[in-house]
Structures are given as structure tokens and as C-alpha cells.
């Protein structure tokens, strides 16, 4: 049995701001708790949600571990009591409460998934928040069923790459919003039938004309602000606008007369203050669901760049400049 060591590297936040105050340090390795694994972490997913605690504008709930980090992908180093689906040495990918940005995390068994065959640790890590947000508010929160007019904002995006492949593969019409021609070639090879160049056109307009009229009937939102009354605008009768993030403000006006009049559904949803069971309920979906998709090549993972995690700082600047997928920090 291998012995573990009692110290290991994470990146720690030395006070808001921008990439610079992330920075290596030695801390104490943690510990599973009853019904988790502790991680030798190979990989570890960077998302927007990250970069808003580093900025001070997100703060982990309380019980959660402060170093950033929400995904990851590695090899089972140590069991907590309780656990009984994956033994030391197996590979998982998991969706974590925090502290992926570290040599070793712990996660909750049921959050963890098997990775699929075929696929390396990179790409294993740049999974689980992707594709448990997008199957929980896209298909279950949304309702989207096959037929269905789909968009979804921000369509290179590591959100977005997931929900138009996802979408498309299970018999959706998916249209989204990038904000360069590049992008919109690249959601187009991702299986999107209209990507809008939002620089350059009215996204409500390329709805009404792509559905001839009638809307979509499934919005998923990452924007907010000015864009939530023309989502309204854009959605079918009986429609559902699922927001996820407010990039823009989440302090909105609305004309709610036309919720009435078109009868439609305004929800969303947060996953990293869900509790254990819920999460553990939408990776059963996700490995029923999705994972035989990427298995079967019909979903693929779209990685825009790698660092090692002593460099997670320029990870971190990468996410702030024009990329096409996720970026993953290697541990």
C-alpha cells in the first residue's frame, strides 16, 4: 500500500484580485470523511466560478474547502468509512466542494463518475461541472425533449460546448450566441444549426427567423442583465429560461405580461450549494444519460489549453482572454 505523504502543493489565494495572488503553498493533506475518497489529483477543471472567488465576489460556502478547484480527474489514494463503489487505485472524475487546485482533494464518492473509455485525465477533468450543470438545468430544470428549440449563451464556453453537443445528440434544435465569426464556425462543427455573432447581429431577430416566428422553447442563460427581457422575447409559447449566472447583473426589469400571455417558466439554479444527495442524483442521470454519448464519440470533449498547477495564475489569465472550450490545469 502506497504511504501518503502528510504535506502537499495547492494554490492559494493571497488576497483579491487578479491571477498574481494565486500562488503555490504547502498545506496539511486532507482527510476523507466518512462516505468520501481522497483524490491523487491528475487534473483539475478551471470555471468561471473560480475566477469569481478569486475576485472575492464568490466566497465557498461554509464546510467547503477554500481552494479553488471544482473539478477534477485522478486515482483513488485512500477511502473514508462508508464507501463501498470504487477501491484505492481507481480512476474517477469527480465533482468536488472545492479543492481541485491541489496535489490530493477530497470528494464525495457518489459525485464521483468513471471515466469513460478512451478518454486521458485532461479531459476527464474538464467534465463533471459541465455536465452536471447542463443535465440538471438544460433537461431537468428546463424540460428540453427531442424537436425542441434549444439556445444557449456563450456557446464556446466550457458550458456552452457541453449543452450544444448534448443538446443536438439527444434530437434538439440548438441555436447559440459567440462573439466572433471563429466561434461561430467552431459551435457550427459542434452541431449547432445557427451561431450568432452577437458583435454583429440581434439574437432575437436570428431566433425569430430561424423558428420561423415562434421561439425557442429551452433558453440557458449565463448573461443576465439587459438579456433576460429578450430572452423573454425570444422564447415560444410554454418556453423555460434557465439562468445559471448573471455576467451582467442579476437586477433586472421584466415585462411580466408577457410571462402571462405566453404562459412561460423563469428558473435556475446554483450547484455548488446543493447538497450531497442531490449532486450524487444528477451524476446517476449524467452516467446514464450523457457519459454513453462520449463514449459513443456522439459528445466530445473540447479542451482549449492545459497548464501545470504551478502556473494555475496563467490558467487563470487565460480565462480572461478569447478561448474555444475548457481550460485545465495538469497536476
Known sequence: MTTL???MTAIAIAGKGGP????PETISLPQPGPGQVLVKVAAAGVNRPDVMQRLGLYPAPKGHSQILGLEISGTVAARGEGTHRF???DTVMALVNGGGY???CVADETACLPIPAGLGMVEAAAMPE???TVWHNVFERGGLKQG?????HGGTSGIGVVAIQLASALGAKVITTVGSAEKCAACLKLGARRAVDYMNEDFVEAVKAETEGRGVNVILDIVGGDYVERNIRSLAEDGRLVNIAFQQGSKVTIDLMRLMLKRLTLTGSTLRIRSADVKAAIGRAVED???PL???GKVKIIVDSTFPLSEAARAHERMDQSHIGKIVIRV
Open 148 to 152: 425542441e428549440w434549444f439556445l444557449v
Open 5 to 7: 505523504p502528510n504535506t
Open 20 to 23: 498574481e495572488v494565486l500562488r
Open 102 to 104: 491541489a496535489e490530493y
Open 87 to 89: 477501491m484505492t487505485d
Open 289 to 291: 444519460k450523457a457519459l
Open 130 to 132: 459541465g455536465f452536471f
Open 294 to 296: 462520449v463514449a459513443d
